[in-house]
């Protein structure tokens, strides 16, 4: 995407942000009293420009600044909650949770827009006309701070759970999968590669800036680190059938590549399986011992998967835009083993995982899709993996219900 638009989906996720935002507003509501002052009737004003706004603005003002603490810490807790329970790469989508943060940032605009509009009260800012718009203004508020806690309430039942935290990686994985379709690889461009300024992964390619700057040239911009890819200093993001761009190209190249010291769910669709297997191989471990947890995994790799593998390689293609520009595309091989190989390594030892995951593997491969080979490839590895860790007679059952299959 535009390296615009990928900053500002950053910025989006910051809850600094968009608490900013609403402390803003809260601001300029309690300021903005004054300006609407003349248009209020003067009957209104007399009704409901007494001492009673007052009241209301002090026990917002008193009460918010501590239901916004406790938000925080439970907001906290479920962060910690989840990178104990599922994956540190999980917590993530807790910090960047749309519903969470617009409950924290609507109590901490309430608190100052109360605190403000208390303190110009106090300093006569307002006359009877002013008193009455703050009244209005503040039930709304009251009534946004109570379908924002209510809201919160019911988002903090889900919010450390892990079968929830599954959930939102599934939904992430899939929306960029589907924006990555089974692909041919393109023909490779003999030419000029051009290397990272810095060391990191890859987090955005502005394909629309390469698709300029291949034209402008008369060339064509191949891609050899794609969004997920590390790369250090000095190892190569790409190559260029025009030969031998000058600096300020090469500089025009590399900015095209946005470089952060980790991964993130964003177009980055291998990243989302490998988190679902990090959550699977954590269920696993003695510790935690929650075979359940992997078998849900390999269903929602299997739906992931199976979505993927049967689409056209037409559908949702963005680079029909970009025909310039030539762009790595997902192996299914990798695919597969970023979801079930943590599944294959550490769960063949438990009888109702080992069937599950043959079980999905055995779909996949059966199935016309782009994955079904490297299902089919896996499949044999999982049954000797689950023939050597098995107990005798969970073997035997292993054996017998796939034997029941053929």
Known sequence: ????????????????????????????????????????????????????????LTILASSLLAVATFSLGAWVSAYTAVSQAASPRVATLITSDESTQKALATFVGAFLYAVVAVTAIHAR?????????????????????????????????????????IELVEERTAEWLEAHPPAAAGPPVPGEDFTAPATGYIQNIDLPSLQSLAETHGGHVEILASVGSFRRRGQPLGRTSFQAPDE???????????????????????????????????????????P??????????VRLLDNWGRRAPEEGDV????????????????????VFGPLVRY?????????????????????????????????????????????????????????RRR
């Not at 718009?133 to 450390?160: E, G, H, P």
């Not at 030892?349 to 299902?375: F, H, M, T, Y």
């Open 319 to 338: 680079n029909r835009e970009n025909d310039r520009v030539i762009r790595p595309v997902l192996d299914p091989e990798d695919l597969v083993q970023d």
């Open 248 to 290: 300020k190209t090469q500089e025009a190249l590399q900015a095209a590549f946005s470089i952060a010291r980790t991964r993130t769910f964003d177009q980055d669709p291998r990243f989302g399986l490998i988190v679902l297997g990090e959550i699977a191989a954590r269920a696993l471990s003695p510790g935690v011992n929650d």
């Open 292 to 301: 359940g947890t992997a078998t849900e995994v390999a269903g929602v790799a």
């Open 347 to 403: 769960g063949m030892g438990d009888l109702a995982v080992a069937i599950r995951v043959q079980k999905g593997l055995r779909s996949l491969a059966e199935c016309d899709s782009a994955v079904a080979n490297a299902a089919g490839s896996l499949m044999a590895e999982t049954a000797q993996r689950a023939r050597e860790s098995l107990h005798k007679t969970d073997r035997a059952r292993f054996d017998a219900e796939f034997a």
């Open 1 to 56: 995407m535009k390296r615009w638009r990928y900053y500002w989906r950053v910025l989006r996720t910051r809850i600094w942000f968009r608490a900013s935002l609403y402390a803003a507003f809260g601001v300029a509501a309690a300021l903005i009293a004054a300006v609407a002052a003349p248009l209020v009737p003067e009957e209104m004003a007399d009704r409901l420009g007494g001492e009673s706004v007052e009241a209301i």
């Open 125 to 165: 800012f307002y006359g009877a006309e002013g008193r009455a718009v703050l009244y209005l203004t503040s039930l709304l508020v009251v009534c946004l701070v109570a379908f924002r806690l209510l809201a919160w309430m019911s988002r903090l039942s889900d919010l450390a759970r892990v079968g929830h935290m």
